[in-house]
């Protein structure tokens, strides 16, 4: 498949993953609009914040979250992903139930711990048993628009959950830093979109320099952990892709000493640099160094940068991109980037 071969992609792309991708911007808007009409409950306090959130949409914008919000929050922000709640969430616990379709088991188990704690609890969720839950127990729920696959569904997951804790005085006014970002976003929508030809589309480049090659992505702490993590789940699900992630500058205290492995299988893989202008000039170092150690022993090494003012519209500059690289690389090979058959697969054993 050509990636400029449009009639191809749209009778290969059965679900239009990459028109759902393009249009990240405009749920960005829509999700602003739905947090503003929503009331959340009032708190005397928020010890700590917790996210009950597993697949794809929850999970990732939960852990975006916990980035941008890492030198900005006035309470923590912890995901939870597993079925059960850590002993420490009470009534200072607020704690936003995060599920798209609101059937995801994992997250219906720590909801039903979470209403016996004593915290407060608030849902995010197109329904499904969640929803029926929620109304049940009494517990606030804003619904977001169904019918989607999880993973393409970040504005109407991530938006509402930021502007929540700003209004819950978590956060400072974030309005400004949405604003640039919903437009960026708008901008890289029609750039790195099918449309734009692959001489002037770094997503479709990148898809061709990454394919044949398993992807480790590489963010930087503070902010970039929770992209390089989206880069590689979206590698998986959108791909078809096995791929790793790691964080600048953790990994050069122990994955690093496994680049001396056999070269020869160290060129299977493509590493993905992420870098940011408001990294230190510490961390700025740390990602030359490894780009230049990297250079010499892996199949490929990519640096992408990050575009925008405000850390946001960084942060969601480099997601986008990953998102649309990850749906042009199967499109390369003549796969369909939205089924998930091994995912279908293993939740029918488990129902069995």
Known sequence: MHLDDLAGIRQLDTQDMLGLTAGTGRQFREGLALAEAFNPPRMDRINQVLVLGTGG????????????LFDKGRAPVIVNQGYNLPAWVGPGTLVLTVTHSGNTEEILSAYEQAVTTGCTIICITAGGKLGEMAARDGVPVLRIPGGLMPRAALGYIFVPML?????????PDVRAELD????????LGQEYGPETPTDRNLAKQLAEQIRGHIPLVYGTLDHLDS?????KNQFGENSKYMAFWNAVPALHHDEAVGWEMDRRLLQN????????????????????????ILQERMGRVIEVHSRGEGLL????????????VSVYLPLLDGVD????????HFKRLMAQ
């Open 313 to 324: 519209a960084r942060m969601f500059s480099l997601v986008l991109l990953g998102d649309f």
């Open 337 to 344: 980037p939205t089924p998930v058959r091994i995912i279908d």
């Open 269 to 292: 893989l493509a590493v993905v640099l992420l870098r940011d202008k408001g990294d230190s000039a510490k961390m700025v170092k740390r990602m030359d160094v490894t780009r230049s």
């Open 163 to 171: 502007v929540i804790l700003q209004r819950m005085g978590v956060v």
């Open 57 to 68: 949409g929850s999970a990732a914008s939960a852990n975006l979250l916990r980035s941008y």
């Open 180 to 187: 640039e970002a919903i437009t960026l976003l708008e901008q």
């Open 227 to 231: 992209v390089a993590w989206r880069w």
